[in-house]
């Protein structure tokens, strides 16, 4: 009835002012903030197909815009790109593939302009054949143009699985997500995702250490002689020398992700987060972020199709999905970061943390 559309109207217009208004926004740190993100990579992956990294990508972006930001969002999934039919570019004039393979020098270029003001896309290059598996010196010229792209924040898009470019994609970027959305198929594949990274990124930093390598590939095999468990390899790690064992755990340390959770419908689907938090703790010895949820959104799913419109002019969307907190999150973190490198952690930052980490396990209920 119009009386019930009306006021569902007055609600959301309510919610979206009092969301907006309530956002931790710039205001009491800007000009630090301002530094601090200049050039901030973000890889967003998963593993999972579906479950919502491109649009996360793009809504984070569009998000940081509204702050004044200028964002670059990269459709890093080589095999089935789509950021371009999301951005509303049907027939990208440049793509990646032009920059892979030397046509364009200046990743600048493949930059185009979205229709949303201060956001540019770099459209995928999967309409290229073997662009999907590209070599090692194709992949390094491209991470090194990447970090000089000028923007404030650039935010990789991966694809699903777990290719050796996906991999080395989200092991480039200094901060990471990882999505994820309230099944327990997607719970697995995230922590498939965050363990097969996690031996990429071992194997790399002990590569030609056979003696090292060799423990290693027992942490990743269905042989009786496995080991199950990181903890158990750092102990097993003590036999080839306390050297070794310290830059075994200093690499795992480095290995720090975030976990946001895609299409929540109702509370309790936030705690599947929760249990790959666990479970990360326990086998991986690694603590993802929890950095919060998007709710699902009929709204969303209907616009897939014209989002560039939808992206306009969905100011209640955004705040009311989560994507404005998410954004903010992000910021907080870079700021937080800074401000740690500048002045060192002191007993004082400390209980913060420990206070925000309370706050997350609540948020997790
Ligand atoms: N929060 C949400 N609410 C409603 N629909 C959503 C939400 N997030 C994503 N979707 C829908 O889910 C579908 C998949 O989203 P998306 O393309 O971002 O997933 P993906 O993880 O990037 O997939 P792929 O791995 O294939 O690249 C889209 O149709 C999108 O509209
Ligand atoms: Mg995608």
Redesign the pocket.
């Known amino acids: 009835m119009w009386f019930v559309k009306v006021f569902k109207y007055i609600i959301g217009l309510f919610r979206s002012r009092s969301k907006s208004s309530s956002s931790p926004v710039y205001a009491d740190v800007p000009q630090a903030i301002d530094e601090q993100l200049r050039s901030q990579m973000w890889a967003v992956g998963?593993g999972?197909?579906?479950?919502?990294?491109?649009?996360?990508?793009?809504m984070i972006g569009a998000s940081l815009t509204r702050w004044g930001k200028k964002v670059v969002i990269v459709d890093a999934?080589l095999g089935?790109s789509?950021l371009n039919m999301?951005t509303g570019i049907n027939h990208p004039p440049v793509t990646l593939a032009d920059f892979m393979q030397g046509k364009i020098d200046d990743i600048e270029k493949v930059a185009l302009q979205t229709p949303v003001k201060d956001l540019k896309v770099i459209c995928g290059a999967d309409d290229i054949l073997g662009m999907a598996n590209p070599g090692t010196a194709q992949k390094a010229r491209l991470f090194n143009h990447l970090k000089k792209l000028k923007a404030d924040v650039i935010l990789l898009?991966?694809?699903?699985?777990t290719s050796y470019t996906t991999l080395d994609f989200f092991l480039f970027a200094p901060n990471r997500i990882i999505?994820m959305?309230p099944e327990t198929t997607s719970l697995q594949n995230a922590y498939g995702f965050a363990k097969t990274c996690l031996l990429r990124k071992l194997t790399r930093d002990f590569s030609g250490d056979n003696g090292s390598l060799e423990l290693i590939n027992r942490f990743n095999t269905a042989n009786e002689d496995r080991i199950d468990t990181i903890a158990k390899l750092i102990e097993a790690f003590s036999r080839l020398g306390e050297e070794k064992k310290n830059k075994l755990s200093s690499s795992i340390k480095e290995f720090n992700t975030g976990l946001v959770i895609?299409?929540?419908k109702e509370n309790k689907d936030t705690k599947l987060g929760r249990s790959l938090i666990a479970v990360a703790n326990e086998y991986l010895s690694i603590n993802p972020e929890y950095l919060g949820f998007?709710?699902?959104?009929?709204?969303?799913?209907?616009?897939?199709n014209k989002m560039a419109e939808f992206l306009k002019d969905s100011t209640t969307v955004m705040t009311d999905?989560g994507f404005y907190d998410l954004a903010s999150k992000l910021v907080r973190k870079i700021y937080k970061e800074s401000k740690k490198l500048q002045s060192g952690e002191t007993g004082k930052q400390k209980s913060v943390e420990v206070k925000e980490k309370d706050e997350t396990n609540q948020a997790l209920g």
């Open positions: 998963g999972k197909g579906g479950v919502g990294k491109s649009i996360t990508t793009l999934d089935g789509n999301l898009d991966l694809g699903a699985g999505v959305s895609n299409m929540v998007i709710e699902y959104d009929k709204r969303l799913d209907r616009s897939i999905m």
